[in-house]
């Protein structure tokens, strides 16, 4: 039996939440198949550990995560520490010290979840984002001068390398190819007259390799609005870091809610351990109150059981999940319920031990 090594940082506000009820669901998984077992090491990281130490992480805290199978994130940011500092210090530092260039996000209309979109059909909101991670306009490349003064100045350069650009364009490729679906490249090459025209270029180029995949791009703004109009155009979308990051809270709202909506930093050659978490953010406004949803955290917990190859326990978490949200007994109130995080976590890991059983 394989036993994987979770390693979980909680982190702020509703993280820690949330992870709660991912880490139940993975134990389920794993009593329920009998096939796997997981051990999970829990690092007290983030923005309270900062106020303690000053820094959201211990020194040689990537050289801890790289002893294990995967790392389980909750959120980070809290109130008291600005955002630039607790994203940088911890998640971003994992993202791009790992090298987890892809982050795959899912934008999947759950059954039992509700579209705001009007006339969407369920079928129509079932798209994948293949977002940039590692550089773009995050490559947190720029300063500031003449503090105060009239002349002050701040600039942020992104950064699109040639390795960086087609390593995700073609990650994109190779998953629409397995899946038999298209490919959307969005650009905004009209505008953006060096990185864009550039990452258009790549992305021709690419394409030109997969003449079996069908190509489009797309003008960032154009996209947001054809998301809404228009959902069932999108299948595999390859976007950069910022454009991909704004589109995806875009997609959480048509696909049911930031409440459900999870993302999988991957290093797709396992050199490093790759990060698994909600979209979401920390959300300070209901912290401490054990009435976030999660499920977003959950959904990253079967992007766990995927990425180790057990895509039949990956699904069943997923089906454990609309059923729960099909009985619309045990929600929280996000989604219109009154159930606590916790009744919500027990009620998908029930539901989990039906499906596998
Ligand atoms: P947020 O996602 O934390 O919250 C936005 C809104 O959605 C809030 O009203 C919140 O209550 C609600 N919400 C979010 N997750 C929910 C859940 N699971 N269940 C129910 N409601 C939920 O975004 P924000 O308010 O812009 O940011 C708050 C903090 O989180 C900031 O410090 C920000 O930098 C940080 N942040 C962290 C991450 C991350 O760690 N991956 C992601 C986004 C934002
Ligand atoms: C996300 C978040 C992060 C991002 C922030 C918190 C730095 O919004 O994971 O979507 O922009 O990548
Ligand atoms: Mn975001």
New binding site residues.
């Given amino acids: 039996m394989k036993t994987y090594r979770i390693a979980v940082i909680g982190g702020d506000g509703i993280g820690p939440e949330v992870t709660r009820e991912a880490m139940k669901i993975l134990r389920r998984a794993a009593l329920s198949s009998g096939q796997l077992d997981f051990e999970f090491t829990e690092l007290p990281w983030g923005c309270t550990y900062f106020l303690k130490t000053g820094r959201m992480m211990p020194e040689d805290g990537l050289l801890q995560l790289c002893g294990f199978d995967a790392i389980l994130l909750g959120a980070?940011?809290d109130p008291r520490v600005p955002?630039n500092v607790s994203?940088h210090g911890l998640?971003?530092a994992i993202r791009r010290g790992f090298d987890q260039y892809v982050n795959l996000r899912p934008i999947t209309l759950l059954r039992g979840a509700q579209t705001p979109l009007r006339n969407a059909r369920r079928e129509d909101i079932n798209m994948t984002f293949v977002r940039e991670n590692s550089e773009g306009e995050?490559a947190g490349v720029g300063g500031r001068m003449y503090a105060g003064r009239p002349e002050e100045f701040a600039m942020q350069t992104g950064v699109f390398s040639r390795r960086g650009t087609e390593r995700i364009i073609r990650y994109a490729f190779e998953l629409a190819r397995r899946r038999g679906q298209s490919v959307t490249s969005i650009s905004k090459g009209n505008a953006l007259n060096h990185s864009m025209v550039f990452w258009d270029e790549v992305f021709r180029g690419v394409a030109a390799q997969y003449p079996d995949v069908a190509a489009h791009s797309m003008l960032v703004d154009a996209a947001a609005m054809m998301m809404v109009t228009h959902p069932e155009r999108f299948e595999v979308v390859v976007a950069s870091?910022l454009f991909g990051?704004i589109l995806?809270?875009l997609g959480a709202a048509i696909a049911g809610g930031i409440g459900l909506a999870a993302?999988a930093n991957l290093n797709p050659e396992r050199l490093y351990p790759s990060m698994f978490?909600p979209?979401h953010?920390s959300a300070p406004d209901i912290a401490g109150q054990g009435i976030a949803n999660p499920m977003a955290a959950i959904w990253s917990a079967s992007q766990i059981l995927d990425f180790f190859g057990h895509e039949d326990l990956g699904a069943g978490v997923l089906r454990a999940m609309e059923q729960v949200l099909c009985e619309q007994k045990t929600l929280t109130p996000d989604l219109g319920g009154s159930a606590s995080t916790a009744q919500v976590g027990d009620a998908v890991a029930a539901a989990l031990d039906a499906i596998l059983h």
């Fill in positions: 980070v940011g955002d994203l998640l971003l995050y870091n990051d995806t809270d993302g978490e979209i953010g």
